[in-house]
């Protein structure tokens, strides 16, 4: 599914093993999918290590459900009950993911990569963002 994507593609698939994402659910994070008849349609994982969410990706012919709004939004309450450190992550310029942050309360902090963006949630503006809610 990850290789899938049309946006915020791997550069080098071959670089993420299903080993590598078993080490980020299982030891550094933690993992979320979402299965609609026995398939997963979306995942999300999230690096306690390095403080950051590593992927978050949802089936194009799933979008606008809001699927990836809850997986999102259990994965920050369930991150910030494990530690209060500001969470970050990079995503591609002019993306739908892009929009999909900003809207769910992320902060541009620079850029990261490959000239992606680097956005930012700290626990106190997920507190502010979940009290307008």
């Known amino acids: 599914m ?3 994507v049309k946006e915020n593609t791997l550069s080098d698939p071959p670089l ?17 999918v979402c299965k609609v008849n026995n398939q997963i349609i979306g995942f999300l994982i999230v690096d306690l290590r390095d403080y950051n969410v590593s992927a ?5 012919s799933y979008e606008g459900q809001r699927i990836s709004r809850k997986l ?15 969470i970050w992550l990079g995503t591609s310029q002019n993306t739908r993911a ?5 809207k769910a309360g992320w902060t541009k902090v620079g850029t990261h990569g490959k000239d992606e ?6 626990f106190a503006n997920w507190i502010l963002r979940e009290q307008t809610i």
């Open 98 to 102: 892009e929009e999909f942050y900003r």
């Open 56 to 60: 978050l990706f949802l089936l194009q």
């Open 117 to 122: 963006i680097k956005f930012e949630m700290t």
């Open 2 to 4: 990850r290789n899938s």
């Open 72 to 86: 999102h939004d259990v994965m920050v309450v369930w991150y910030f009950k494990k530690t209060k450190k500001s």
């Open 16 to 32: 993420v093993t299903n080993k590598d994402c078993e080490e980020f659910i299982k030891i550094r994070g933690r993992g979320w």
